[in-house]
């Protein structure tokens, strides 16, 4: 890419930001977290391609902004394929494109494994999502339990109930595993006593008691909002 347009670089300061930025994303540099493209006039689908192709193996970047980039449903689908197996960004805006509903569908049915990402924005597209991508987006939620932030305007009220209804659920999981870690991290500091310390197995290790207690936490919250959910 870089060789196709080299002299178009010298001669175009925004292209040639954008290349710099593609090749540091490609490049997993540790110093780019935070990418924003907000209404880049020289960003193209092939662009796209190539940021999706450099978002799968990506462990570094937390933010991403397309917003406004002309984002089409090629693209979207490819970003959704590579969010399969990054575990790393957090927030996600697609705002103001030209996504179609099979790439709302796309990234819908992406968030039923994506274990990352907690803000994802899709609003304000050309088409609306369509029934059947709101629809992927609900089913998907019902699993996804990191999901906090979702920009996308549903009309079909029984998807957008439950879309509701989960994202209201994750904001509660994530703020008790917040409160739980720092509360019981804060033991670490704390010593057994001289009695607990005969018992053979009557003593766990600071840490150890904390990542069973987190991990048991999650279980019971999960198992009463499924039972709250029926």
């Not at 193209?44 to 190539?50: D, E, K, L, R, W």
């Not at 996308?152 to 409160?179: C, M």
């Amino acid at each position: 890419m870089s060789a196709i347009t080299a002299a178009v670089r010298a001669t175009n300061p925004l292209l040639d930001e954008l290349l710099h930025s593609l090749q540091l994303l490609e490049a997993n540099d540790e110093g780019l977290t935070e990418l924003d493209l907000t209404d880049c006039p020289v960003f193209t689908v092939q662009h796209g391609t190539a940021l999706a192709k450099a978002l799968l193996y990506n462990t570094e970047l937390k933010v991403l902004v397309l917003k406004g980039c002309r984002i089409q449903t090629q693209n979207a689908t490819e970003i959704a394929e590579a969010l399969r197996h990054n575990t790393t960004l957090e927030t996600l805006n697609l705002d103001n494109n030209q996504i179609a509903p099979a790439g709302i569908k796309a990234i819908a049915e992406m968030l039923d494994v994506n274990e990352g990402l907690k803000e994802v924005r899709l609003s304000q597209q050309r088409q609306q999502a369509g029934t059947d991508a709101e629809q992927a987006l609900a089913k998907a939620l019902l699993k996804n339990q990191t999901l906090t932030k979702l920009s996308l305007q549903l009309r079909d009220p029984a998807s957008r109930n439950a879309v509701d209804r989960y994202i209201t659920r994750n904001k509660e999981i994530g703020t008790f595993i917040f409160l739980f870690s720092h509360y019981f991290l804060s033991l670490r500091s704390v010593k057994p006593s001289p009695s607990l310390q005969q018992g053979k197995n009557a003593w766990q290790p600071p840490q150890q008691r904390t990542n069973t207690r987190i991990a048991a936490y999650r279980i019971v919250v999960q198992l009463n909002w499924e039972e709250m959910m029926k």
